[in-house]
C-alpha cells in the first residue's frame, strides 16, 4: 500500500507549484513509514517511492533525490516564503478511523507547520473526509487543501491507469490539477511502440511530476495478509479474488 498526500491546487496556497515542491522536498519517508509500521522488517516496507510502484518496470530513479529527506527544514521554510506564501489556511483533512492514514496524516501536517505553513488540522471520519473532498469551494465554504489516502500498488503501476499523475483540470482526480506537460507525456507513453519507449517516457513522466507536484508519495508498506492454505492463485497485493481457486 502507497501513502499519498494529496494537494488542492485550486486555491491559494496549493495553486503555487514552488510551495508545492517545498512541500514535496520537505517529506523523510522513513519517517511516515515508522508512524504506519514502526520498526518493521525491512521486507515489510519501502522508504524509497517515487510516483510508480516499486514493483513496476516504470519505476525509476529520476528525480528521486526530491524525497532523499535531507533537505532541511529551515531551508524549505525560506522557499516558502520566497514562493510568495502570505500565511493562508491549510486545511488538511485526517481521517482518525483508518490508522494507516491518520499516521500520515500526522506526521504531513506536522512537517508541514515545521516549513512555515499555517495548517489547521481537521481530525475527522474517513467518511467525511470522501465527502468533503469532492467539494471544489473555497476552505472558507467548505472546501479543503490536503488530504492523505492509501493505494494500491497496481494503482501507481502505469500511467495509464494512475489518478494521481492525471493532469486534466477539472475532470482530473480529486485535487483537480492541471498539468499539460504531465497530459501530453502520458499521451505519448500511450501511442508509444514498445517497452523501451514506454520505460524512457516513465522516467520523463516521473520528472515532470517532481516539477508539478501533485502529491506527496509518502512511502509503502506491505500489509500482512493470511488466508486459508487449501487457496491457491492468490494474486499478490490488495485481495483480489478473481482467478482463486480451492484445491
Known sequence: ??????FNQLHPPFDNAAIRRAALKAVNQTDFMAAVAGEADPGVINAHVGFFA????????AGMEMLSGKHKLDDLKREVEQAGYKGEKVAFLGATDVARISAICQVGADVLTKIGLNVDYVATDWGTVVQRMTRKQPIAEGGWSMFGAMFGGYDWYSP??????????????????????LEALRD??????DMAAQKALARDIQ???FEDAPCLPVRLY???????????DMMKGLILFTGVRRV
Open 222 to 232: 506491505y500489509q500482512p495478509v493470511a488466508y486459508r492454505n487449501d487457496l491457491v
Open 207 to 209: 520528472l515532470q511530476a
Open 1 to 6: 500500500m502507497i501513502g499519498a498526500l494529496r
Open 160 to 181: 495509464a491507469g494512475d489518478l494521481a499523475l492525471r493532469g486534466n483540470g477539472p475532470n482530473a482526480w480529486f485535487g483537480w490539477p492541471t498539468a499539460p506537460k
Open 188 to 193: 505519448q507513453w500511450l501511442r508509444a511502440p
Open 54 to 61: 516499486p514493483s513496476s518496470p516504470y519505476a525509476s530513479e
